[in-house]
Each structure stands twice: as structure tokens, then as C-alpha cells.
């Protein structure tokens, strides 16, 4: 059977011709992720190099100190994945997967925090102990919470920040979605240094400071993302 369809104009096929430009292929999710691995490694570990271990990870053995900090890590890295694939829309792992990893991630961080806790409780009623610049400094409990959540929060910032700059050309058709799955990476890569460092091991320390600070990199992660895909959306709309 013969095509008695209209062919367009030789003109337009032209233009059209005239128009085409190479496109770089979309990187691969793993090669994003393996782009983000050593910044997340190296802001994770500044509390660490700063002060160093916490006073009881003697008591607490390599497993449940660092062990546990990997394993928070690791999943960290699993979520930046997934936010990776977010990104391209053919790509998109299933809604159920996503908020399934993203439960997993919450209940290791409350399960590290509490057999933390339970292994060396700790007596912080008279304040803590913490070595910095080689001087033993007596801090309250408080202001702790307050320098680690503050800390830990703006520590997250950054990672959220760079993990925004390389996801800016995202096509993720949930970007908020997208944008709290790597802000939730960026709290927990955080956490994973920052507990090893933190003297104090009660539950409303490690999940009101250092959980406030994966809470907040959730937040913003989101925000930004979300900004990310309005922007997106406005400057295909005045094209057309």
C-alpha cells in the first residue's frame, strides 16, 4: 500500500536539520552517585577529624561504632541512588520501593540510636565532657544539643547544596519527591561521622539534635527540588 500521507515542506525539514545539535546522554544513576561519594565522605568526616572518636567507643566495640556508621552510610548512598533515578522519568523506581527505603533508612537510625544507648548509656546530668584543641571542655547536655543539631544541620546544607547543583538537570516529574530522597542522604551520610564523634548517647540527643538535622536536610532537599521543578515547568511553558 502506497503512503498518501502529506510530506512536509522541504523548508521545514531544513530548519529542522538546520536546528539539530548533539545532546550529551544522561549520565547513569550509579555514575551520579559515584560523583557525590567522596564530598559526602569528606564532609561527613570533619566532626570525626576534628575531635575525634567519642570517648566510649571503646565500650561500644569497632561493630556498633563504626559498623554502624557504614552501614548509615551505605544506606545514605542508597537513597542518592534513588533520587537518581527520580531524575529520569523512564528510569523511576516505584512509588512503593521509594518509601519503603526511605522507611528502612528511619527505623536503622532509631535502632543504632537505641542499642547505642542501651550498650553505653552514659551519665550526662552533670554535663559532658568534650576534647577540642587539645583541652578538655565541661559542656552541658544542651548546649550540645543545640551545637550538634546547628552543626549537623548546616554540615547537611552543603551536601543538599551540591547534590542540587548535580541533579540540576534533572526531568524528575516528582521533583519534590526527588529532592527530599537526597536531602534525607545528605542528613544521613552527616549523621554517620557525626555519631561516632558525639559523646552523648541518650535517645533525645540522637534523635532530637542529630533527628532534627536529618529532618531539616529532608526539608530543604524537598524545597530546592521542588523550586528546581517549577523552574523547569515555567521555562517549557514560555517556549511553547
Known amino acids: 500500500m502506497m503512503d498518501r ?18 545532546v550529551r546522554p544522561s549520565p547513569q544513576p550509579l555514575h551520579l552517585v559515584l560523583r557525590m561519594v567522596p564530598l559526602a565522605l569528606l564532609v561527613s568526616s570533619v566532626i570525626l577529624l576534628a575531635i575525634g572518636p567519642r570517648p566510649d567507643s571503646g565500650i561500644l566495640g569497632p561493630l556498633l561504632t ?10 545514605a ?3 542518592i541512588w534513588i533520587a537518581a533515578h527520580e531524575s529520569t522519568p523512564a528510569g523511576r523506581l516505584p512509588r512503593q520501593t521509594v518509601y519503603s527505603a526511605a522507611f528502612l533508612a528511619s527505623l536503622v537510625v532509631v535502632f543504632v540510636t ?8 552514659g551519665n550526662e546530668t552533670l554535663g559532658v565532657s568534650v576534647w577540642i584543641a587539645h583541652k578538655t571542655l565541661h559542656v552541658s547536655p544542651w548546649i550540645m544539643g543545640f551545637a550538634c543539631g546547628i552543626g549537623s544541620t548546616l554540615a547537611g546544607g552543603i551536601l543538599v547544596l551540591f547534590f542540587s547543583w548535580v541533579f540540576r538537570n534533572s ?20 549523621n554517620a561521622g557525626w555519631r561516632i564523634a558525639c559523646p552523648i548517647s541518650t ?14 536536610t529532608v526539608i530543604l532537599g524537598a524545597l530546592i527540588g521542588r523550586s528546581l521543578g517549577n523552574r523547569k515547568l515555567h521555562a517549557g511553558a514560555r517556549r511553547s
Open 5 to 22: 500521507s502529506p510530506k512536509p515542506p522541504e523548508a521545514l525539514i531544513r530548519a529542522i536539520a538546520q536546528d539539530l545539535r548533539p
Open 66 to 75: 563504626w559498623g554502624a556508621s557504614a552501614a548509615q552510610f551505605l544506606l
Open 77 to 79: 548512598i542508597a537513597l
Open 114 to 121: 537505641l542499642l547505642t544507648f542501651s550498650t553505653s548509656p
Open 171 to 190: 526531568l524528575a516529574t516528582r521533583p519534590t519527591v526527588g529532592g527530599a530522597l537526597y536531602g534525607a542522604g545528605a542528613g544521613l551520610a552527616i
Open 203 to 216: 535517645p533525645w540527643h540522637a534523635l532530637g539534635a542529630h533527628g532534627a538535622a536529618i529532618i531539616a
